[in-house]
């Protein structure tokens, strides 16, 4: 997902539109596949430091509005898709983590 399905963007109805989709679908696939033992949970980054975001500095308005000072990495995606594929996360279904330095909040 992206926490721009939770918040919503300006001028990015589609792309926010779509992202709330999978919130909805991870919330209905959780609620369907609970009596199964099958977890669903989705995983909502905010800005992460990628090839589309190389030009982002700490001067960037968007990167200076994220309550962290700084982008994501995609290694505090990895870290917390590897959790909630592990055994420490068997009793957690139907959730949207936002991982944005607290954009989302």
């Known amino acids: 997902s992206s926490v721009a ?6 001028g990015q109805a589609n792309y926010s539109s779509s992202k709330a989709g999978v919130v909805g679908l ?11 033992h099958i977890n669903c949970n989705a995983i909502a980054p905010g ?5 589309m975001t190389k030009d982002f500095d700490e001067t960037n ?7 962290l000072k700084r982008m ?10 590897a959790f909630l594929a592990g055994p ?3 009793y957690i279904t ?6 944005d330095g607290g954009m989302a909040m």
């Open 47 to 51: 800005f992460i430091q990628t090839d």
């Open 5 to 10: 399905g939770l918040t919503g963007n300006a």
């Open 26 to 36: 991870t919330k209905t696939v959780a609620r369907e596949l609970a009596s199964r």
């Open 61 to 67: 308005p968007l990167v200076a509005s994220i309550p």
């Open 88 to 90: 420490g996360a068997a």
């Open 72 to 81: 994501g990495t995609p290694a505090d995606i990895a870290s917390l898709a």
């Open 94 to 99: 139907g959730q949207v983590f936002c991982v």
